[in-house]
């Protein structure tokens, strides 16, 4: 009984065994079926970082060549620019009044001063650095400020010089931004802006200590080191306030062997208009014997212009010559004879020229009969037959209307004292509120007149 009973239980032994192998053998399976999975996903996932791989160091290597060849293209061509604004940043007077030459030594000694500060201040800038110098100005305005300040003995001097300064260097130019007010600043502003993103330019000369309002635009900066480091304040005249409490976070620097040091200052007589120079009407010296200013006759009507090398065939021919030539015609005296007509005049007894109402298409229509002034408004043009200017054409009352006014653009020596009733030229500016006072051919005392008539006055 004892081995029957052996038996039972060798066999329960060894079924016992055969399970415990059987579900051995069923976690191996179930072991080896996750590992093979788990084998082909990441096989997959290597063949995809092999891929990404091999596609990113294409990518990368293509990245790099684009690198190589940007920072090729961005140390090409390197260049510092002088900013300079011309109305307030002048050059010394030698330089004016020498002319067109007076401009070339003027851009010459300028790319002289800047190479200098290039190898002392900027030693690491490549050696084929150019150099680039931008002055703007209002032209007109300048060379009318500098023949009343007596620093020329003519207007055209300093556009000559304009002229020379930029025919001297193929990256200079002056460059003339017409009248009106802050004309140069805003321009100067833009283009300021521009260069001073510009990957090419290493530094810019900023030439404008006589204008605080380039404070607003050089304090967005302040904190900005990387763009302050490109700005060099250029010092002409001292500093304005406000830029000189800006200065310390830029760079800046001077040259005072051709920069003006102190601002132009205009004489100005009793009644605020410049006497003429001994030499401003020169050429008619050498025609014709001078005619009593009240003979004068302006031709700004006609709208053309005479060289002041030409000597002028009359004083209509003289008249035509413009302002930047010929600040105003010759005085007017007081007449020999009262006249019929009365001087209207304000409560502070100035002069008033009353407005005269007409059509553009009008004035440009009369403008282009070129009639004679003295002539037609004032009836004793000393030149007869032989005036350049049209005298027997019959005009219309609303034609003379127009031709009064043409004539009062240009200005009355003797202001709004005026006297001589038969006086054809202006006593205040014709353009009123719209004018540009500092290019404006009529003195300060001229403008913004009170036009209310209070009394008429006969002599």
């Given at each position: 009984m004892?081995?029957?009973?052996?038996?039972?239980?060798?066999?329960?032994?060894l079924?016992?065994s055969?399970?415990?192998?059987?579900?051995?053998?069923?976690?191996?399976?179930y072991?080896c079926d996750a590992l093979?999975?788990?084998?082909?996903?990441?096989?997959?996932d290597?063949?995809?970082?092999?891929?990404?791989?091999r596609?990113?160091q294409?990518v990368k290597s293509?990245?790099e060549a684009?690198?190589r060849?940007m920072?090729?293209?961005?140390?090409r061509n390197?260049f510092?620019?002088?900013l300079?604004?011309?109305?307030?940043?002048?050059?010394?007077?030698d330089?004016?009044?020498n002319g067109?030459k007076g401009?070339k030594?003027?851009?010459?000694l300028?790319?002289?001063a800047?190479h200098d500060?290039?190898e002392r201040?900027?030693?690491n800038?490549?050696?084929?650095c150019k150099i680039v110098?931008?002055?703007y100005?209002?032209?007109?305005?300048l060379?009318?400020?500098?023949?009343k300040?007596?620093?020329v003995?003519h207007?055209?001097?300093?556009?000559d010089?304009?002229?020379?300064f930029?025919?001297?260097k193929?990256?200079?130019?002056f460059v003339?931004?017409?009248?009106?007010k802050?004309?140069a600043?805003d321009?100067?502003?833009?283009v300021f802006k521009l260069?001073l993103?510009?990957c090419?330019?290493?530094?810019?000369?900023f030439?404008?200590s006589?204008d605080?309002g380039?404070?607003r635009?050089?304090e967005?900066y302040?904190?900005?080191v990387?763009?302050?480091s490109?700005?060099?304040?250029l010092?002409?005249?001292?500093?304005?306030?406000?830029l000189?409490?800006?200065?310390s976070n830029?760079?800046s620097?001077k040259?005072?062997?051709?920069?003006?040091?102190?601002?132009?200052t205009?004489?100005?007589?009793?009644?605020?208009?410049?006497p003429l120079?001994?030499n401003q009407?020169?050429?008619?010296?050498?025609?014709v014997?001078q005619?009593t200013?009240?003979?004068?006759?302006?031709?700004?009507a006609?709208?053309?212009?005479?060289?002041a090398a030409?000597?002028p065939?009359s004083?209509a021919?003289?008249a035509m010559i413009?302002?930047?030539?010929m600040?105003s015609?010759p005085a007017t005296p007081k007449?020999?004879?009262?006249?019929?007509?009365?001087?209207?005049r304000n409560?502070k007894?100035?002069?008033?020229?009353?407005?005269?109402?007409h059509d553009?298409?009008?004035?440009?229509?009369?403008k282009a009969?070129?009639?004679?002034?003295v002539h037609?408004?004032?009836?004793d043009?000393?030149?007869?037959?032989?005036?350049?200017h049209?005298?027997?054409?019959k005009?219309t009352?609303?034609?003379?209307?127009?031709?009064?006014?043409?004539?009062?653009?240009?200005?009355?020596?003797?202001g709004?004292?005026?006297e001589?009733?038969?006086?054809?030229?202006g006593?205040?500016c014709?353009?009123?509120?719209a004018c540009?006072r500092?290019s404006?051919?009529?003195p300060?005392?001229?403008?913004?007149?009170?036009t209310?008539i209070v009394?008429?006055i006969r002599i």
């Open positions: 004892a081995d029957e009973f052996d038996f039972h239980r060798r066999f329960q032994l079924k016992d055969e399970g415990a192998k059987n579900q051995l053998i069923e976690e191996l399976l072991k093979s999975h788990n084998f082909q996903q990441l096989s997959l290597r063949e995809r970082e092999v891929y990404y791989n596609d990113i294409k293509e990245l684009d690198i060849r920072k090729a293209s961005m140390d390197p510092i620019v002088a300079i604004d011309g109305d307030g940043m002048v050059f010394k007077d330089l004016l009044q067109e401009g030594d003027a851009a010459a300028l790319w002289s800047i500060y290039i201040e900027l030693p800038l490549p050696s084929d110098g931008r002055v100005a209002n032209l007109r305005g060379s009318e400020t500098c023949f300040a007596g620093i003995d207007p055209s001097k300093v556009e010089f304009a002229r020379g930029t025919r001297s193929h990256l200079f130019d003339d931004v017409g009248s009106g802050d004309r600043d321009k100067l502003a833009e260069h993103h510009d090419h330019c290493r530094q810019i000369l030439g404008c006589h605080n380039y404070a635009l050089l967005e302040t904190t900005d990387a763009s302050a490109r700005i060099c304040l010092e002409g005249v001292p500093f304005e306030r406000e000189d409490g800006l200065r830029f760079k620097t040259f005072p062997n051709f920069f003006r040091t102190t601002k132009i205009v004489q100005q007589t009793n009644n605020g208009v410049q120079s001994h009407y020169a050429p008619l010296n050498r025609t014997s005619p200013p009240s003979q004068a006759t302006s031709a700004l006609n709208g053309s212009s005479l060289s030409t000597p065939s004083w021919s003289a413009p302002p930047a030539a600040a015609p007449p020999v004879s009262a006249g019929p007509q009365g001087i209207p409560r007894g100035q002069r008033i020229d009353p407005d005269i109402k553009r298409s009008d004035l440009k229509r009369v009969i070129k009639m004679c002034n037609h408004l004032r009836g043009c000393p030149y007869g037959n032989a005036c350049s049209v005298h027997d054409y005009p009352a609303g034609e003379l209307a127009i031709l009064k006014m043409l004539a009062r653009q240009c200005v009355c020596r003797s709004t004292d005026c001589d009733t038969k006086c054809i030229y006593h205040r014709y353009m009123g509120s540009y500092d404006c051919r009529f300060d005392e001229m403008h913004n007149i009170d209310q009394r008429s």
